[in-house]
């Protein structure tokens, strides 16, 4: 996983600013997976604030040619990177593509949507990383069609270990605004949580599908 730290340290604040990262270890979240979670992630809100959106799109702009140099598209994984894929790739004059979870039932049954030519070079941009299951999902879509891709942007990643073992073993690179480190480190420093609090949220990543389940057992 690639990130810069003051991107990181930056990113995380402007997402805690505008509630877009919750943290509550006390009255934990329930994911669709069925985790328990005292955290959850709504990247989306994002859209909202045209000062932070632009402060995202800039980065993601910057750093994609940093770090895999420019590509000939990017695509966004569907639904919630669609609208900062689409800011990026204007702030880099490239067409732009996204990717469904799955091919529709009906029509032409696309799953990459937008014009790709076989042998293009495509960066990902992604609005959050857990598993990194999904996000895969959309790199091997886009390699159905013949895309060659560079590597993947992400705004922000839980850090899973098994995220890490999936990259790794689908050979793609992946660069984060911020991380989920960082934010801990970041919301002890502007006391949105107390060290207590960091150290249940550190417990938490460690173990996240059987968090809490033997105290409700």
């Known amino acids: 996983m690639i990130f810069n730290k003051d ?14 990262i919750k943290l509550n270890p006390e009255n934990p979240f329930t994911w669709a997976s069925g985790w328990k979670s005292p955290i959850y992630c709504d990247n989306r809100l994002i859209l909202s604030f045209p000062v932070i959106r632009n402060y995202v799109r800039d980065e993601f702009a910057k750093n994609i040619e940093k770090q895999f140099g420019k590509p000939d598209v990017i695509a966004g994984v569907a639904t919630g990177a669609i609208g900062i894929g689409i800011l990026v790739a204007e702030s880099l004059g490239l067409p732009f593509v996204y990717v469904r979870p799955e091919a529709k039932k009906h029509g032409r049954q696309n799953q990459v949507e937008g014009f790709l030519q076989k042998g293009q070079n495509v960066v990902v941009v992604e609005d959050l990383i857990s598993t990194g299951n999904s996000s895969l999902m959309a790199v091997e879509a886009l390699r159905n069609e013949g895309a060659n891709i560079k590597g993947m942007a992400a705004i922000f990643t839980y850090g899973f270990n098994v995220a890490e073992e999936n990259f790794k073993n689908a050979n793609i690179d992946l660069f984060t605004l911020s991380n989920y480190e960082n934010l801990l480190n970041l919301a002890v420093e502007k006391q949105y949580i107390t060290e207590e609090q960091q150290s249940t949220l550190q417990e938490w990543s460690e173990s996240p599908s059987t968090w809490l389940q033997e105290e409700e057992s």
Request: charged share 20%; hydrophobic share 50%; proline share 0%.
């Open 7 to 20: 991107t990181a340290e930056k990113t995380a604040e402007l997402l805690l600013q505008i509630n877009a």
